[in-house]
């Protein structure tokens, strides 16, 4: 079935198994390949590669290799390479469980990059020569394009700038994907570059196809395998709560004139919070909106099939298992359906500085946890830790016209308490937050010196449990500290953590 | 004199002492006044104001105002009304010696933002509406046109959103700024924004006056006052060594073939580092070099006086007193001088990220400290104490082709070392952090994850007395942290900072 895919002759030339691609790459290698939130990542090179590895070092031999990606991937890749000790260094996203463990033992090397920065540094040269691409596709046209898979990505830039490339033709996505992608073909190095011609979030400025030089293509591989899905939970009450926070402060925002019924271009994070977002946004008092994003997950293309949104620019697709379903239904039957109202665009231009400015994009990114200032952590468990990475949350939240955070006010069992006295790693600085809300309430920051900041935080954000503490903390460090603009104890700052650590939770932090 | 430079009637008319304009703003109200880096700053009105305000308070009556700027002004502007308890919030950056302090007593509120931000913020409302304009021009056209002064800043939003303007025409500026600036008139709020068309640095796109509604204007005031000169100190040893040290990175990019020798264009924070720097690049092998920065500083004009630099973009002057002379001469009597080579511009699009990224500009920003994982602080001693603000640098290090911190290893007796565990405070991440620079020498960390990028700082940048003690917290957070991505000892990580408070040095932090 796959070979039906790929109708260019020069191509069907160069097919093989995927152990036959995997050898083609070795010990050292750079390695571009496709992937974005789970979707069009390579399903058969990277496990063959692994066995290679594997092997290899059986044999005593060194082989790993440097794998730069979209950003998330799946197990079988970035997760069945980093099990082979195999990953030298990775970049620029992560979220695999086997990944995340190796880099947190202090095994890899990962490099947690803005999702838009990446095609332009490794075109500067910053991450040296990219030696090789593997990037799935979805078909190859009788002209020998390249038909994107699920995501985006940085695919147009591993093509373009690897010696070698492995294609794998995914019979498995729908043939409807077909024109639903917007590759751009005019970005430049300085001082080359021009305006990117994107006015409205909806907007082609570029091709449906990749486009690739023959030539380079070493191997061809066919597959006919799903998408990592991904597991969206039940929302819960915390998240719902959230959620009728953020209609709320939208709707504000509507009433004082700063907002039209349509809001402006909508970016939204991953996970059962933004989901239960853009849930409550369907059937709700707003539209027609639109969204210019990173991923389109479950709950956009129900805002989308119900017409609440009209359009939804992203990079990648993020979806349950259902929700595949219903969109390889939609595009395959539909003439007018997600087709039309969907462009996948390569993720430097769907995260672009330039482009979120002025679309003006409201960002609702999620957080591990804000300190009463403003200073959000999205990446690091207690400092040192990594999670997944910043992702697109720093390209949308500092060029927004509305950049709002948004987490439950502790973890579940309200062992640790998301609003801290300082965070232990800062990822989005006080300059680029405006709006912080949990279940509790909405910390409005505009405007705001620190210190007011941190009596809305305190006030409206924080869990019961630890409002006192973190007042307590708040006057004492207005009394104590020799600068009172930014008022800190810093012998305490990171105490908090420093009992997350030591006792599993925040709640004894002053029982010092 | 000053008479003469009003040349269209309706204003003439409207000519008042400057006690008479301060009568016209009352308590409460939102005031946005010209001036950046102590250039075009408003000589009488704010003086005026502050006496005003002082008798008010002596007859125990409330007065005070927010006060929005450009960037730092004068001491006879937010000085002096400072020191009358007179300003409610300050945005969105200071370097007043008063009124720093009144900041840091926490006597005053102040509001620390990204330049690029402040207007786009202002129009959307976030700040509440302004109510008066006080603008310092260096005259009135026969239409009423506005000409500026030496800087632009945030004068085109101040003229266009305050119900009253009050201008001061200054004839102590020279006639001969006529025709330097370019005040673009195409920014819209979304979704009506389009591409701004710079695509070169020296790039006209809009006019060479302000325009206002000439019916909003209630005073005019004349003076004949010059600039607060801004002081620049002798390139001191380690200064020299780090602008060695910068032009060596350069140098080495060249030979790499990612950049030519034009490079690209500079951006330049202001300081003595700055200074060496750019004095370095005069007769250095780089050029024609251009600038796309936020302040045309003494070496600048160097730089375009021996050709070095074809031309320079910026919202401002900033200058000693010999450098203002020197301009003042030059766009007086020469036809080829620095008026063809300047523009100046209104901060909103010297500082735009879509530019700033567009261009590549090389971003050169000095800073208080920096970690061994690269973090950033810009703006607070030990973590509390506003110095100045984050001005500019955010804007343009976010968004840089390449991306420079510089400061010396340690403050001038050594007491203090710039390079910690961890900052207190952050205003770059990790993430906008390319490569620091002290006088010890240049830590890349391009493509480096976070421990490498540690052993790179520390080997390379720390000063030697420190080296020890870094080496040891990092060697000990790799063994202790549970998370190895960023390995911190969370107790530890700002006892640096609390030993500086408590012995005045960081010395003996390992002395506990």
Redesign the interface.
Known sequence: MAEGRIQDRRFASRVMPADAAAALIGDGTRVGVSGFAGAGYPKAVPSALARRIADAHERGEAFALSVFTGASTGPDLDGVLAATDGID?LMPYQSDPVTRAR????QM??????LS?VAQ?VW?????HLDVAVVEVAGITPDGHLMPSTSVGNNKTWLDLADRIVLEVNAGQPAGLEGMHDVYYGTA???H?????I??PADRIGSPYLHCTPDKVVAVVLTDAPDRPTAYGVADERSSLIAGHVLELLEHEVR???LGRQL??IQSGVGNIANAVLGELDGGPFGPLTAYSEVIQDAMLGLLRSGTMSSASATAFCLSEGAIADLTADITTRADGYREKIVLRPQEISNH??VV????CIAMNGMIEADIYG?VNST???????LNG?GGS?DFA??A?LSIFMATSTTHDDAISRIVP?V?????????V?VVVTEQGIADL????P??RARQVIEHCAHPDYRDALSDYFER??AQ????????V??E???W??AS?RDGTMRDVNAR
Chains 1, 2 share one sequence.
């Open positions: 260094l880099i947190n033992a202090g090397d990962y490099l947690d990059v803005h920065h540094m500067e040269g910053f991450f040296g190095l300085p001082p570059r021009w305006p990117i011609p006015v409205g004082r004139g700063r402006l271009p500085p330039e400015r002025r679309l003006g200073n690091h468990v207690a400092g040192s830790q990594i910043i720093g500092r060029n016209y300082m232990s790693h800062v990822d989005h600085t006080e300059h680029d405006h505009r405007g705001l010196s210190k007011k460090a207005i500290a020799p600068g009172k603009h930014t008022p800190h810093l012998a700052a990171l105490t953590h420093v650590l």
